[in-house]
């Protein structure tokens, strides 16, 4: 399973834009990305990767994801948090 590519794609679907526009450092807020908008993406990667980003509406955190690698690192600490040690 790639993290990083599964992200992206996400990411570019809620911006209905193509993949290849998308990496690490783009900017979600001036993507036109709105605090929605990171709520309705962490649901999606939720459900592609089946685990529970510890996040709401009201979370400082949604507020710090300023760019895709961001999303990417919430993703990947959640999955380790999955993993049997």
């Known amino acids: 399973m790639d993290i990083v590519q599964s992200v992206r794609e996400i990411v570019a679907q809620q911006l209905s834009r193509d993949v290849s526009e ?3 450092e783009t ?4 993507s036109g990305y709105d605090s929605l908008d990171v709520l309705e993406t962490i649901f ?3 459900e592609k990767f089946n685990i529970r980003v510890p996040v ?3 979370d400082p955190a ?7 690698g961001d999303i990417i ?3 990947e600490q959640a999955l380790l948090k999955r993993m049997p040690a």
């Open 22 to 24: 998308i990496g690490d």
């Open 27 to 30: 900017n979600l807020e001036e």
């Open 44 to 46: 999606a990667i939720e």
């Open 56 to 58: 709401d509406a009201n």
């Open 62 to 68: 949604v507020k710090s994801l300023k760019t895709v």
């Open 73 to 75: 690192g919430l993703v």
